[in-house]
């Protein structure tokens, strides 16, 4: 190859796609045997290679704080839910375990549901109250403004209404309320058993 081919190779393009996998294979082959043929390529793309690095190391972004304590939070209550204790109930997540609450929950259940709303306390403090929740009758229409409600389905069906959207649930199902936004449940299910869930 001339030194002039050889030149347009290089400025081609082709180099920086092969270094982030977006060449045909018949293209990376070729950039491979350049590589192997010609100094120049493999001190070009070592000279590449070392650039998109450090590209990357000074533009990275690091995850805003409140993300990383989430983060931290949501895999302590993972953590905490494989030994769950009444005394100390990890905060529910989507990624929450509802057979593990269940289980959990199962002694403080009545025997013989009537119909009306239970209600048992869980835990009251630092601004979480976690409820467990038997109920037979639907949710009226409410909104939040500042209040942070979720919950986790037990046992039962529903429909969950958020502004203009139906959603069904079921056991094992979580739901984060969003602020000011009117919603209703609608138990589909002789009774619907859940952790009800407020952070203020």
């Known amino acids: 190859m001339h030194q002039m081919e050889l030149n347009e190779f290089l400025n081609s393009g082709m180099l920086e796609l092969y270094l982030i996998n977006t060449l045909h294979p018949e293209e990376v082959s070729l950039v491979e045997s350049m590589r192997k043929l010609y100094p120049e390529v493999h001190a070009e793309l070592a000279k590449l290679e070392s650039f998109l690095e450090e590209d990357a190391i000074r533009n990275a972004v690091s995850p805003h704080t409140r993300m990383d304590e989430k983060m931290a939070l949501m895999f302590n209550n993972l953590e ?32 013989n549901y009537s119909g009306e709303r239970f209600e048992k306390l869980l835990r009251h403090e630092n601004g979480v ?9 639907d949710v009226e229409e409410e909104v939040h403004e500042s209040l942070d409600e ?51």
């Open 80 to 111: 905490a839910e494989q030994n769950m204790q009444l005394s100390a109930t990890p905060l529910i997540s989507a990624l929450s375990n509802a057979d593990a609450w269940l289980e959990l929950v199962t002694p403080l259940l009545p025997e």
């Open 129 to 137: 109250m976690q409820v467990l929740v038997i109920s037979a009758t």
């Open 150 to 200: 979720s919950f986790l389905i037990l046992k039962g069906t529903c429909i969950c209404h958020i502004g203009e959207h139906f959603i069904n649930m079921g056991p094992g199902d979580f739901m984060q309320i969003p602020l000011n936004l009117p919603h209703t449940v609608t138990i589909t299910s002789e009774s619907i058993t859940a952790i009800l869930q407020h952070i203020s």
